[in-house]
């Protein structure tokens, strides 16, 4: 075990996916430039040729069709989209075509692509940049839809999307990249459909996805050093979702709270609930919450975003009232916390520079 960025972990992964099975091939707006995704593709097209590492024209639907007939014809494509927002011009071939084929043909047929796509805020990214649009690939069936939050697993569920049979939809955060933890050397594959309890805990139980596992994670260490016991759970995959790791931690909490990088209407959020709301609701003590973004576009003045996304506080908040702490004892507590941050909402930490 060493400790590397969830970018060089997601480099790793395609590195000894192309190497182990020639069959694999990326292509992807900026796959080979400079700044190589993040750094997740740099140094590829040097060691595999342009014939494996490609850039594309901007034709989206053009170029997942041109993927799936690869996938067809016995390649691994990973098509890469810069932003999850891109991706939506070529929502007919996934839709249509890859999350389908399979089953149209007897299950004789696999469609094995990944598509990796980003999401997330900060620099001004704006209604058309900035979408988390997991509800919505998850919502079709014949599509798998991960978001590894910690470097292991954009390691090792990245290298189970390529060895999947058919098609994966890989989420990023932009705001993990640069997030470092331990990762094992060589190959390895995360289960994809497998949450993870992140933080074991008895007072209630939290569930989130992506990067809201590390504003979760913040509240925790606050919310601990005032006795309370929070149980966390990392989504992982949103499709399939493991929902009995969620049953059996709200059978012990009686308490539920879930943290979306998404929308609040039709979001996984409110999946997440409904589903323990059908099969575990004598086990809940209070009413569940969700926590998601507004049902509104998302706005590009960062004063406004400081409003927009929620963040550890709204967390923090939430939680303590459904363990009914007394409100006069949360507003101070959150007044407190506003009035020591430093770090501008918009961007992470002080090394953010930019979306790309």
Not at 68 to 97: K, T
Request: hydrophobic share 40%.
């Amino acid at each position: 075990m060493r400790k590397i960025t969830y970018a060089q972990a997601i480099h790793e992964a395609i590195d000894i996916s192309m190497e182990r099975d020639p069959s694999v091939f990326i292509i992807g707006e900026g796959v080979p430039d400079p700044k190589g995704i993040f750094g997740t593709t740099l140094g590829l097209q040097q060691k595999y040729g342009r014939n494996r590492v490609m850039d594309m024209p901007l034709s989206e639907n053009g170029i997942t069709g041109v993927c799936i007939g690869a996938a067809l014809s016995g390649m691994r494509p990973i098509l890469v989209h810069q932003r999850i927002d891109f991706s939506l011009l070529s929502l007919d071939q996934i839709v249509n075509v890859a999350a389908k084929w399979y089953f149209m043909f007897g299950k004789a047929q696999p469609v094995p692509i990944v598509i990796r796509t980003i999401i997330g805020r900060g620099w001004g990214q704006g209604a058309q940049h900035s979408q988390s649009l997991q509800a919505l690939y998850a919502h079709f069936p014949g599509l798998k839809v991960v978001m590894p939050a910690t470097a292991n697993d954009a390691k090792g569920l990245m290298i189970a999307a390529i060895a999947d049979n058919n098609p994966v939809i890989i989420i990023e955060h932009r705001w993990l990249h640069n997030i470092v933890g331990d990762v094992p050397k060589g190959y390895f594959e995360e289960k994809i459909g497998k949450s993870k309890i992140i933080s074991a805990g008895y007072d209630l139980t939290l569930v989130a996805t992506s990067y809201m596992t590390f504003e979760s994670l913040k509240a925790i260490k606050i919310l601990r050093s005032g006795g309370f016991s929070i149980e966390l759970i990392d989504a992982r995959t949103i499709k399939p979702f493991d929902i009995n790791t969620v049953l059996n931690s709200v059978s012990k909490t009686g308490k539920l709270v879930v943290a979306d990088t998404g929308v609040k209407t039709l979001g996984f959020a409110g999946e997440v609930i409904a589903q323990v709301c059908e099969l575990a609701y004598s086990s809940l003590e209070v009413t569940p919450r969700r926590i998601t973004l507004p049902d509104l576009p998302t706005p590009t003045s960062w004063k406004l975003a400081e409003k927009f996304y929620p963040t550890y506080i709204d967390i923090i908040e939430t939680c303590m009232r459904m363990l009914k702490v007394e409100g006069v004892k949360i507003q101070k507590l959150i007044s407190k916390i506003r009035s020591s941050q430093k770090i501008p909402s918009d961007v992470p930490d002080t090394s953010f520079t930019g979306p790309f």
